[in-house]
């Protein structure tokens, strides 16, 4: 389940790593994976740790524009191990200084819709003054 929240104007770089991270440590379900043990997938939950967050900086206009579709669907495409997790991924793209675009991709096993709403008011309220959830720009 890819989500794309754009935001508009400028932005403390620590805030994306601290928002995601707070919303990680907050939903026991986010960091829930599926080990298997004797054969059997069983419900574990990972620890409330740092959430690990990789940042794009992508050059040129075009290319910016072009990056995001592909990014989000890359993300997408690309398989979660269930017995390892986590089952959430996180990518800040950095298209300009005021010009911000958080990939988030959850597994539908961990996915209960509510995260956005809680991301999204975590990241606009204290890193920029206009934020939007869209697929795709």
């Not at 579709?69 to 200084?97: Q, S």
Request: hydrophobic share 40%; glycine share 8%.
């Amino acid at each position: 389940m890819p989500i794309a929240l754009w935001l508009d104007g400028m932005l403390d770089r620590a805030v994306p790593g601290q928002a995601f991270t707070a919303l990680w440590a907050r939903r026991d379900g986010l960091r829930t994976y599926f080990p298997s043990v004797d054969g059997e997938p069983k419900r574990a939950i990972l620890p409330a740790r740092k959430m690990p967050v990789e940042e794009v900086h992508p050059d040129g206009e075009a290319e910016q524009g072009a990056l995001v579709g592909e990014r989000v669907d890359r993300e997408a495409r690309t398989p979660f191990d269930l017995g390892e997790g986590p089952l959430l991924r996180c990518r800040p793209l950095c298209l300009a200084a005021d010009a911000h675009v958080f990939t988030m991709t959850l597994h539908h096993a961990v996915s209960d819709g509510r995260p956005v709403p809680s991301c999204s008011a975590n990241s606009s309220s204290s890193a920029a003054p206009s934020a939007r959830v869209s697929p795709h720009r």
